[in-house]
Nanobody, 123 residues
Framework: QVQLVESGGGLVQAGGSLRLSCVASGSIFSINAMGWYRQAPGKQRELVAAITSGGSTNYRGSVKGRFTISRDNAKNTVYLQMNSLKPEDTAVYYC?????????????????WGQGTQVTVSS
């Protein structure tokens, strides 16, 4: 099947930077949009940034100018460069991808999630 594996989370001081990576593996035929979500304790999961297969991007307002999403289609990988981090960015960050899987003559399009990686920003 398909797996998404995130890496790059950790503890950083306010103003610092982190780079998250997410690699998709498995019986992948193609990947459409990919994105990063986050969920802080007691809050709902929210979209941070998304990128289409063609490279168009979308960001939530609070991270614009600080975070950059990118992808390497050859490596089935999406990245999130996070600069000027703030304590309010603290959350578990989840990778998300719209993936088409080929099974013989059939194709199945579904949304997949990674297991999450913790990002903690200290003040």
């Amino acid at each position: 099947q398909v797996q998404l594996v995130e890496s790059g989370g950790g503890l950083v001081q306010a103003g610092g930077s982190l780079r998250l990576s997410c690699v998709a593996s498995g019986s992948i035929f193609s990947i459409n949009a990919m994105g990063w979500y986050r969920q802080a304790p007691g809050k709902q999961r929210e979209l941070v940034a998304a990128i289409t297969s063609g490279g168009s991007t979308n960001y939530r307002g609070s991270v614009k100018g600080r975070f950059t999403i990118s992808r390497d289609n050859a490596k089935n990988t999406v990245y999130l460069q996070m600069n000027s981090l703030k304590p309010e960015d603290t959350a578990v960050y989840y990778c998300n991808a719209d993936i088409v899987v080929r099974n013989g003559y059939f194709f199945n399009d579904a949304i997949y999630w990674g297991q999450g990686t913790q990002v903690t920003v200290s003040s």
